[in-house]
């Protein structure tokens, strides 16, 4: 075995979105409390670790990715003897926690930026991005990853500050060491109070270009500032720096939100000396619904098509082998639902697809994150109104493309959402049949997925031929099979447009995989002759020389 082991890489990872989790106190909302009652059913499914998005005090214009006061709970969540008693229940049950850290940006509301926009000389003045206009405009064209400017005015000083999301989240300047410092401080004081890793939100964005150059404008509106926000010249020299005083002294899981992210880059942030990080996300896989968009940018409705996919997870898997460590994810709860986007959430295929997906990802080499609710094969909503979006993301879009300059309609907007906003995976968690599927005995801050009727927890468990099911029986697989975490990956059935197919090896045995990823009955011949145990499957019964629509099948030998 070339690789060195870690509880990290053998673990499966579990995200919750506490906003949508479970509202223990009936004000619609998701909370801490609601997450302690639910630890039971993850510890049933079978997780190692649960990754919590942000808890932390926030006014709430992104969810908690607004931050007001790192050391602090948002009111709406609870208490920190509320997290403590979580964080004690979770470790007595075995389950490891992973924070957000949300480090690239604050809430305009946290102290350092209201201190910071006070004066030009204020002590603080240099903890974000200040700078002077162009004459009446902006420093530059960029435009933020949420719409609108990247850059707002501020009368008391006359200077513009930056923030690549929205106004409300005003960029930090990794550059001045005190912010580092302060940083560093607050992530040793949550790991001393026993959590068991970060979840860094967009960490490649912490170093931009000092030139601060116009974007490359794709919308006719405003510059694309990617190329000048992530992997900037110092983001490797930042994370190696809090690697050395705060990650290296600590037995934790750390992944990184890797935005922009290319292979070359994720091996530096993600190395296997451990220098920076355990592991990144990258977003190639995600992004291939988004070009064929009647807007720009992410808000493209295709089917994912398998040999479009097919060159970007098998390029992942080859490239990291034995350099770095890789992450394993469908969806999450910036990504519509895995099912409804890369599966079939139709009444006939959605739980065979969604045992589909989650062999295919499961199987691979990597760490595997299952967004809450995916191991119920919960589905996309329909958007039939502006006002069903809660998300500032979408309600900005909405409103700069649809509103103001009229590029595209309502319509088209709204099918957008419906196969691809956020929104889609932060409906409230579907628990039971009972009233808002058992999320809230209050009216949930965002709507409920009507489907809850039949998608539900307590129906799955029910169901011994559930996702949840299934999804328990791949999760034990992996921690039963040193092959599914450390085998080596090779692609196969390479020109197959139906069929994504690899086979794992390690000490001379040998898992093969295949997905049909369509709903028809395709030949494949991968399986017979082939001896061996068969480890898992979708289908009690297969079909000589084929796969069933959307089986998989996974084969030791
Ligand atoms: C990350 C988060 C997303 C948030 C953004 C700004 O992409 O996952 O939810 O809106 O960063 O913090
Ligand atoms: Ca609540």
Known sequence: ?????????????????????????GDGIGDLNGITEHLPYLKELGIDVIWLSPIYKSPNDDNGYDISDYREIMDEFGTMDDFDRMLARSHELGLKIVMDLVVNHTSDEHPWFIESRKSKDNKYRDYYIWKDGKGDNPPNNWQSLFSGPA??????????????FTKKQADLNWENEKVRNAVYDMMTWWCDKGIDGFRMDVISMLSKDPDYPDGEVTDGIYGDLMPYVCNGPHVHEYIQEMNRRVLSKYDIMTVGEAAGVTIDEAKKYANSEGSELGMVFHFEHVNTDAT????????????PDLKKLRPILNKWQLELEGKAWGSLYWDNHDQPRAVSRFGNDSEKYRVVSAKMLGTLLH????????????????????????????DVEEINAYRQYVTEHKMISSEVMLKCFSAVARDNARTPMQWNADKNAGFSTGTPWIAVNPNYVTINAEAAMADKDSVFYYYQKLIRLRHENDIIVYGQFRPLLEDSGEIYAYERTLDGKVLTVACNWTENTVSCDLFDPLAGEELISNYSEHIKGMLQPYEARVVLS
């Open 1 to 25: 075995m070339n690789e060195k082991r870690a509880w990290w890489k053998e673990s499966v990872v579990y995200q919750i979105y506490p906003r949508s989790f479970s509202d223990s106190n």
């Open 151 to 164: 850059w707002e005015y501020d009368e008391t000083t006359g200077q513009y500050y930056l923030h690549c």
């Open 292 to 303: 064929t968009t009647p807007i720009l940018g992410k808000w493209g409705y295709d089917h």
């Open 363 to 390: 199987m691979m080499k990597g760490t595997p994150y299952v967004y809450q609710g995916e191991e119920l094969g919960m589905t996309n909503m329909v958007f039939t109104s502006p006002d069903d979006c809660k």
